[in-house]
């Protein structure tokens, strides 16, 4: 383990998930096409202050340019300016809407890595509660079940039927 995660307090095993995201991140990345990588960088770029900055010296200079007398003026009903704005707008819209389509993909995917995480853990944990009563029954020691849980939760849960039950 190296110096990092042992000063954070990390255990390997945390360790080794951390690396391994960070690895699924890097493939990820490096496996997306050419059309995708331009769409994530203008959707970064758009998305940061240094746009903010660049627009407002842009937009900025194009109004003063127009308002101001002495300078020449080459739009000076704004149409153009409008005209600009609009096809932008258009073009940052769709990046945007790229960009979504792309972490919605990757969200369903998480989703889809949750889902059987807990369904795992949900199997594991009732093999472990039947082991447990396995073990209590063979020492004789008697398990208070007021409420009937204990029949309940080493029940294995059906993936299929819980489904089911929330489309219902």
Same mark, same amino acid.
């Given at each position: 383990m190296n110096q990092r995660h042992q000063s954070a307090g990390l255990s390997a095993t945390l360790h080794h998930n951390i690396?391994?995201?960070?690895?699924?991140?890097?493939?990820?990345?490096?496996?997306?096409?050419?059309e995708e990588k331009v769409a994530a960088a203008i959707?970064?770029?758009?998305?940061?202050?240094r746009f903010v900055y660049l627009h407002l010296l842009i937009y900025g200079s194009w109004i003063v340019f127009n308002v101001l007398p002495g300078l020449p003026h080459f739009d000076p009903s704004f149409v153009m300016l409008a005209m600009v704005a609009s096809v932008e707008a258009i073009f940052l819209s769709t990046f945007v809407l790229i960009s979504q389509n792309r972490a919605m993909?990757?969200?369903?995917?998480?989703?889809? =890595?949750?889902?059987? /995480?807990?369904?795992?853990? &949900?199997?594991? *944990?009732?093999?472990?509660?039947? =082991?447990?009563?396995? /073990?209590?029954?063979?020492? &004789?020691?008697? *398990?208070a079940d007021r409420n009937g849980d204990l029949a309940e939760v080493t029940k294995d849960v059906a993936p299929e039927a819980v489904m089911r039950e929330i489309e219902k």
């Open positions: 690396d391994a995201l960070r690895e699924k991140r890097r493939q990820e990345h490096l496996a997306m096409g050419l959707t970064s770029f758009t998305g940061s202050m993909k990757a969200t369903d995917k998480r989703d889809d =890595l949750d889902l059987h /995480i807990n369904l795992l853990a &949900e199997h594991e *944990l009732t093999t472990l509660i039947r =082991l447990v009563n396995a /073990i209590a029954e063979k020492l &004789e020691v008697a *398990l």
